[in-house]
């Protein structure tokens, strides 16, 4: 089983570098909201993100069409979601992680403050990749040292711009 309190670099690089499609459950059409701000930059990125919320469904959310529940993605759609980031708080994350299992994703990507120590066992246990208490619209921009322009430390020094190293 992994650690799951520190992942190292090189994973979190494979990690990201392997997905193409994320469904964000707690995805929020209110534009001042993390969750909006994550799918914004990861949008950015060249990923496709569908939202995932019961109170938005039926409505856009930064183009794309937003659904109740995971399981309501339609299957066409559903067969190419490669990561599920859960923007929901760490009780709920355990269905929404066996919901992930069900619909054939790869990983379960829980978001800072998010752990589920049970749902992980059980995700990973159906050969899921678990990454938790992290935002991957953070861990893109440390890896490409996007968080230095900021002032942040990134622990990745360089003394010279570089191409995004993830995509």
């Not at 067969?79 to 923007?87: E, H, N, Q, S």
Request: proline share 4%; with cysteine.
């Amino acid at each position: 089983m992994p650690d799951h309190d520190h992942y190292p670099d090189g994973h979190l690089r494979k990690v990201l570098g392997s997905v193409r499609t994320i469904a964000m459950v707690g995805a929020s059409p209110d534009w001042h909201k993390a969750s909006s701000f994550a799918m914004k930059y990861l949008q950015s990125k060249g990923y496709r993100v569908i939202p995932v919320n019961p109170r938005a469904a039926g409505k856009t959310i930064l183009g794309e069409t937003c659904y109740a529940r995971l399981s309501d993605i339609s299957q066409k759609e559903a067969g190419k979601i490669d990561m599920v980031d859960i923007f929901r708080n760490s009780e709920a994350a355990g269905g929404i992680a066996d919901e992930a299992v069900a619909i054939g994703a790869r990983i379960v990507w829980m978001q800072l403050g998010v752990r589920n120590d049970a749902a992980a066992a059980r995700a990973e246990k159906a050969g899921l990749t678990v990454i938790m208490n992290r935002c991957p619209k953070i861990e893109y921009g440390r890896l490409n040292g996007e968080l230095s322009w900021g002032g942040f430390n990134s622990r990745i020094i360089s003394s010279k711009r570089r191409k995004a190293a993830i995509r």
